[in-house]
């Protein structure tokens, strides 16, 4: 017989493939393909896929329970484990965090090293530290989107479930403006560049690692434009992303020469520099503009880390950057140029020497 779970507060938001791996972690993902596809995994009555997200009060319906072969293993939902209350000392720099606040929305500047949600091994995240962002709304606000670990810079969480779902369906739609700021090792050889490189995850990292896919690759379309320039050693570029693979401007900054400052995940070596620039990633989300559930919109900032700011200063760079163009006019063609893999070549082998 059918089981049927209700949807919590603190699953308000979330994929139903993530519903599983909280409460039901014996099923794969496969399995929870399977059953989407043949119709048997229904959200109030209607069918609903792996990726589509929860709203709480609504009722998920899962197939009869039965005992994996592989493992001898139940498939019970279990009950998340209580959250631990948080200390004062970490109520405080949640707090801090907060750089705008509306009844629907709240943004924090998220400092680099801290994650956007738990793991396996990451223990200290956004996630854990939602109590402390309740204020006087009714419960704790919602993740709508995320940030790599060590990306820095404005993060939006959703204050009611119905701005959840709103800026869920922005996030989806791409009904968004987000801009990046970041230092690459090199210099991008255009300008200003619309780059459109398919993305897919690379075989035998388990899904922790992207790569430049032309055969079964996202296609994954990026915007760069160049601020300021170090000689041939580095750049301050400004980024933004149209589509939102995974990784997809560190992917994009890697595949065309010049990788951002510090992800040596994607750049390996030569994404570090000598003569005192920091280690760490430098890539921030400086900027998002989004509308509000009830009209108008947010349009925000945030400020530079400590690491990020310090290396533009030692690399001659002014670390108010510089202001973005008007987009084209109607008509008006944009005077930007392309790069795709038909266009890219081997841009490896036309690295220079950085760290000199």
Sequence with gaps: MSREFRIEADDDGIRVDRWFKRHMEAVSFN???RWARTGQLRLDGARVGPGDRLAEGQTLRVPPMEVLADTGALMVARPRPER??????????????????DAHALVINKPPGLA?????????????????????????????????????GVLLLARTARAAAYFGRCFATRDTRKIYWAITAGVPRLGDAMIELPIGKQPGTGGEKMHVDEEAGQMARSRFRVMDRAGDRAAFVEMQPLTGRTHQLRVHAAATGTPIVGDGKYGGPEAFLTGGISRKMHLHARQLQIALPGGGGIDITADLPHHFRESLVMLGFDPEGVPLPPDPQPGEKPRRRRYSSATSGNRRGERRSRNA
């Design 116 to 152: 956007t949600q738990g793991g396996t091994k990451t223990h200290e995240h956004v996630d854990g530290l939602l109590d402390a962002l309740q204020f006087e709304a009714e419960g704790r606000p919602k993740l709508v989107h995320r940030l790599d670990k060590d990306t820095s």
């Design 31 to 33: 399995q929870v393909s």
């Design 84 to 101: 631990r209350p948080l200390s004062g000392e970490e109520i405080d720099f949640a707090q801090s965090l907060v750089i705008y606040r």
